[in-house]
């Protein structure tokens, strides 16, 4: 057995949109994003409508490539068919050592810090916590697809039920959204054009994860389907619970106490209803911030399974475990590197590390739907992005706009990080070619 089974469906499919993207952000990053945009509540508003829009516009064009490309690897595999093998084998590459390795060990990170802020822990049993998540996580992939789904479903049903509770009592016994400042700036400047740029990268961030669910396309029953359908209604229903939660933490605290707090979440409920219900929030929390590294493990190892299939990664990656039908060397392997990040760095230090890396290869795979709509006819395809040619060249610039902004802002503050994406990236010239070569003697 060397092929994985289609197990998932359609429910699955939009719960891990869902459940990919909420993690920790949505809890955590409001007050970051207040603040950058000035402490106005309409700009700030406005760039988690915006953030949500642009992962909107992507994930139309990403339904058309993966109703019409449903194979495991997903956005590696439109890369390698109207690129070439080298640009794709450099997103494998930056996923595992940066994209996906970098999001499983924030959210690693993020689960110890989380459960620091409930009972007392130290550093070092912080950094435990967050290996002892990252070993569950792989076990349960490891033993099979369909628990790693219902997993999946158990965590995002969780997730979305407390965020919207959370918001509905926050919104009934809060009294800080009338008269609490001002709702747009005076007038409109650089600075505050600026300040929207920056904070947009901390919302694409928070809305981080749905392209994972293309790499999954090869497990998926009826992709032609059940992809434009589950992208189009996760995505729609993330903007509508990221705004309803800024509201409800805007609601309980005010502008000026949401700016000042590292997680408005906490203290939107700590207000509200007591420290004992921050504690349970707190734990609502960690089961979010769980869900969506499973999803990340979940999908990324399917990518290196495809490079491995294809000859230019770890030959042992290609393997389907013959009694859990899983990648399992694959899961296995990126974990492990998840882990070693994951002692390395801290959650503000890794943000910047994914989301720079990500946005390269999102665009470079948004454009991939120009070259597929030349070589396929109409006919052939079993859906078509609405709006096309401007819905994907929206994405393609909008991407490229969060790179040059991520590169112009770090370069001066977290150069090194900046410098550790790039050099990633880079190292994977060599690497392509000592696999190639290894790949062409066999």
């Known amino acids: 057995m060397n092929k994985l089974a289609r197990t998932l469906g359609f429910g699955d499919i939009t719960l891990l949109v869902i459940g990919s993207v909420i993690g920790s952000g949505i ?60 640009l794709a084998f450099l997103f494998g590459w930056t996923l595992f050592f940066a994209i996906s390795g970098g999001t499983i060990a924030t959210l690693a990170v993020a689960f110890g810090d989380n459960l620091g802020q409930s009972i007392e822990l130290s550093a070092v049993a912080k950094k435990i916590i967050a290996l002892a998540v990252i070993a569950v996580l792989t076990a349960v992939n490891v033993y099979g697809t369909r628990e790693s789904a219902n997993l999946q479903n158990v965590t995002a049903a969780i997730k979305i039920g407390s965020i919207l509770v959370m918001s509905a009592a926050l919104l009934w016994f809060g009294n800080n959204l009338t008269g609490s400042g001002k709702v747009w700036p005076a007038e409109v400047n650089s600075s505050l054009a600026s300040g929207f740029g920056l904070a947009m990268i901390s919302v694409l961030w928070a809305y981080e994860g749905w392209q994972y669910a293309t790499y999954s396309a090869g497990e998926t029953i009826d992709a032609q389907r059940t992809f434009p359908r589950a992208f189009l209604i996760g995505l729609a229903a993330l903007v509508f619970i990221y705004l309803l939660a800024n509201v409800a933490y805007l609601a309980a605290l005010g502008p000026a106490e949401v700016a000042r707090s590292a997680s408005p979440a906490a203290a939107a409920v700590g207000v509200i209803a007591g420290p004992t219900a921050a504690k349970l929030l707190a734990i609502a929390i960690a089961i979010s911030i769980f869900g969506a590294a499973n999803a990340t493990v979940l999908t990324a190892s399917r990518v290196y399974y495809a490079m ?29 590197w998840a882990a070693a990040l994951a002692m390395l760095g801290d959650f503000n230090q890794l943000l910047t590390y994914v989301v720079f890396a990500g946005w390269i290869f999102y665009g470079i795979g948004a454009a991939t739907l120009f070259v597929y709509r030349r070589r ?67």
């Open 27 to 86: 809890f955590l990053v409001p007050g970051t994003v207040l603040t950058q945009v000035g402490g106005d509540i309409g700009p700030a508003l406005l760039v988690w409508f915006a953030g949500g829009a642009l992962s909107l516009l992507g994930a139309l064009t990403y339904g058309e490539l993966s109703a019409s490309h449903p194979h495991a690897g997903g956005l590696y595999v439109y890369i390698r068919d109207c690129f070439g093998p080298l």
């Open 308 to 336: 491995a299939v294809d000859g230019v990664f770890f030959h042992r990656l290609a393997e389907v475990h013959p009694r859990f039908g899983t990648p399992a060397f694959a899961v296995i392997a990126g974990s492990s």
């Open 376 to 442: 396929i006819p109409e006919s052939d395809r079993p859906y078509s992005v609405p709006g096309y040619p401007l819905t994907p060249a929206l994405f393609i610039l909008s991407a490229a706009a969060l790179v040059v902004n991520t590169v112009w802002v770090n370069v001066k503050t977290q150069a090194l990080y900046t410098a550790i994406a790039v050099g990633i990236i880079l190292l994977g010239l060599p690497a392509y070619f000592f696999w190639r070569r290894g790949a062409e003697k066999k």
